[in-house]
């Protein structure tokens, strides 16, 4: 069944509101596979997107190298092995325009875009008890009357834009990443400035180097990082891939990270020094993530063991920056341990500093004062002149995708307010006090940030489907996590992730890079694999705790 819009007075308050059984907000990964399971269960339901295309992360992050790190035979969509079939990639790791391509394929395959109201954003979602719905509006003024939201916003999904006083004073063209536009934006021969070394910002700079006329990268916080290895695809291999769908399928739901590889090396402590290197170089060959998320999980715990895995990539990081002190010094972790933190692929991002028309400015011994018209202002007073800056600087990950629309559930509570207090939710699927809420890629479960997104998303949409479909099969109409139950996760969640060492650095994995922001990991770290079985519990024994009327 598809949408219909009427306008209808509602219980809810909402004269001349479009009424419908469930909102999806957003068409990306996640928006796109959840219209598509409420259709199957024959709701009438609609999704809505800020942009004008689906895509969600491949619609707006279409910056200058911007690419899968995960392998593409494991990032597709599991619920139909033709689709996969036909969806034959070029590479292992695909850029954005592919991939943006991909999803297109996806929504026109099954015929999405009817029930997608583009060029959309929601503002508001407020709660009415007396009715148990929702009245949902967007920032255009239109109103729809709907008794589930599903909010299918992307944990990185709210750009941190005015980062710096003084922006709107730059003469030149300043562009973040996470909005980068359509049109072609011309570096040749310019003066640029990039902001930031993360994982987005060592994409691009990787890419522009060959371009630029001179390059000021800004640098604060230095990443581990893995050189990525990206062979071409061929009809053979992709065939190859999809004879083993069943397999892979199953396989990266049981995983640490939703991968296809998870850690099968053996304890470290069995392992004798030479035993230990030949992992860490096997897997380091292999070019993906996997010297990450498949080497020793006692990294993640045990700090003599973070030592020697992060010693290991620093011998690597050196060699390819010539021992350079300076350049070392700058671009070499030494404050926290390889892992703690995102951990990016590259491909020729360190041999960029080694370039004469480069210059890195140390952000940590003076730090960004303000944009000025020439370009940027240092705290003592220094201005790097640009004709472009490129701001690589983040989001207000997890969180910033829901605060930033006006949440009000029962009592009219604020989500905005309560998540500035303590961020909380029951699975990352739900939050007490918001009922018929539904979310995906949210904070406390793996897709916050420690899992391959296209598997954790898809378990998402799946259970929250399954707990709709049940509760309707029961004749419910109300679906809300109890407050006992949502404490129980979060202790569980804290309890998990005090054991590790994540918890003791300072990065967005923390909420760290946001002012103000409540300190908590924003991902479940207890493993995809572990999480999936706890939520197929709950849903196999009726959904206890997730209280149903």
Request: net charge negative; aromatic share 10%; glycine share 8%.
């Amino acid at each position: 069944m598809t949408t219909s819009t009427h306008a209808a007075a509602s219980a809810n308050g909402s004269s001349h509101a479009t009424r419908l059984d469930a909102v999806v907000i957003g068409a990306g990964v996640a928006g796109l596979y959840q219209l598509h399971r409420l259709r199957e269960l024959g709701l009438e339901v609609r999704a809505y997107e800020t942009g004008s295309g689906v895509g969600g992360t491949w619609y707006w992050n279409r910056y200058p190298g911007a690419r899968f790190d995960s392998q593409v035979e494991v990032y597709r969509y599991w619920f139909s092995e033709d689709l996969y079939r036909d969806s034959k990639p070029s590479e292992r790791f695909p850029g954005q325009p592919e991939n943006e391509v991909w999803l297109n394929h996806v929504a026109d395959r099954l015929d999405l875009k009817k029930d997608i109201r583009f060029d959309t954003r929601i503002a508001s979602a407020h709660y009415n008890e007396d009715s148990g719905r929702w009245l949902v509006t967007t920032e255009a003024g239109e109103r729809i009357d709907t008794q589930h939201v599903i909010a299918c916003v992307g944990m990185l999904s709210a750009p941190l834009t005015e980062r710096f006083k003084g922006q709107a004073s730059f003469k030149g063209q300043i562009h973040h990443t996470g909005l980068w536009p359509k049109e072609p934006v011309d570096l040749k021969g310019k003066r640029v400035a990039v902001v930031g070394i993360g994982a987005t910002g060592i994409q691009v700079i990787q890419t522009i180097a060959p371009e630029v006329g001179a390059m000021k990268i800004f640098v604060r916080t230095p990443q581990y990082v893995i050189p990525m290895k990206n062979p071409k695809y061929s009809q053979a291999d992709w065939d190859g891939f999809s004879a083993r769908f069943h397999e892979l399928k199953k396989r990266v739901r049981e995983t640490f990270a939703g991968f296809d590889y998870d850690f099968d090396s053996g304890p470290w402590a069995e392992k004798t020094d030479a035993e230990r290197t030949a992992v860490l170089q096997k897997l380091w060959d292999d070019g993906s993530l996997a010297l990450w998320l498949a080497s020793f999980p006692e990294m993640f715990f045990d700090e003599a063991v973070s030592h020697e895995v992060s010693e290991f990539v620093r011998i690597k990081m050196r060699e390819r920056l010539r021992h350079d002190p300076r350049l070392c010094d700058l671009l070499i972790p030494t404050d926290y341990g390889f892992g703690t933190h995102r951990v990016p692929l590259e491909n020729g991002f360190l041999e960029v500093f080694l370039q004469d028309n480069v210059e890195a400015i140390n952000c940590r011994e003076t730090a960004i004062e303000c944009i000025v018209p020439e370009g940027i202002m240092m705290a003592d007073g220094t201005v790097h002149e640009a004709d472009v800056i490129i701001l690589a600087v983040g989001f207000d990950a997890g969180t910033g995708g829901l605060t930033r629309m006006d949440i009000r559930g029962r009592d009219g509570r604020s989500l905005k307010q309560e998540w500035s207090q303590e961020i909380r939710t029951a699975m990352g699927m739900q939050i007490h006090g918001y009922p018929n809420l539904f979310s995906t890629a949210s904070p406390l479960a793996p897709t916050a940030a420690l899992c391959n997104m296209t598997t954790c998303l898809q378990q998402q949409v799946d259970w929250v489907t399954d707990c709709i479909a049940y509760a309707r099969k029961n004749g419910k109409q109300v679906i809300e996590p109890t407050k006992e139950f949502e404490d129980a996760w979060v202790q569980h969640h804290e309890e998990t992730a005090a054991a590790t060492l994540v918890v003791k650095t300072n990065s967005w994995y923390m909420g760290s890079n946001v002012e103000g922001k409540p300190r908590r990991l924003l991902s479940y770290i207890g493993g995809v694999g572990n999480f999936h079985k706890r939520c197929d519990e709950v849903a196999a024994n009726g959904y206890p705790g997730f209280a149903m009327r």
